[in-house]
């Protein structure tokens, strides 16, 4: 059985996301959420809906944060795709003995949430996944009164 529940979302690095926003409102019919800012990642995204598939768009906001970098090394176009599994640790274990590695892990400040809901997550690195980042990522309900309460990291 395997740990991973579904594709969560594809992200996409662009340079602007208010150029990229209307070519998927205009062509797929997409329906954006609001734009949060992660200023310790340097990023602005834009979470959006086409049918029943989510996907964001990611935006530098600094020239040292890791979108500007692979921008400048990439140009624009995929970044991540997030699978999303019930148990992060669970998820790590098992894909580590399967024979994968995990290069860097990260969970948010208590009470940092994003479109309400609380987040850990672990990447592998794209020169072990073909040319791809992914990113895997639990996803808690946030408490009732909290949502989007991005603790300091900035909003848009």
Known sequence: ?????????????????????????????????????????????????????????????????????????????????????DDLDAAIAEFEARGGRIYYRHTYAPGVTFEGYVWREAFVHPKEAFGVLIHLAEKKRAPLGVRNDLAGLGNA
């Open 1 to 85: 059985m395997g740990f991973v529940k579904r594709i969560e979302r594809v992200a996409l690095a662009v340079e602007s996301i208010e150029a990229a926003r209307p070519f998927f409102e205009q062509l797929f019919g997409a329906v954006f959420h609001p734009i949060e800012v992660i200023e310790e990642m340097g990023i602005r995204y834009a979470p959006f809906d086409i049918g029943e598939s989510r996907m964001e768009l990611l935006e530098a906001t600094r020239p040292d944060s890791p979108v500007a970098r692979f921008l400048e090394q990439r140009g624009q176009g995929v970044h991540h795709i997030t699978f999303e599994v």
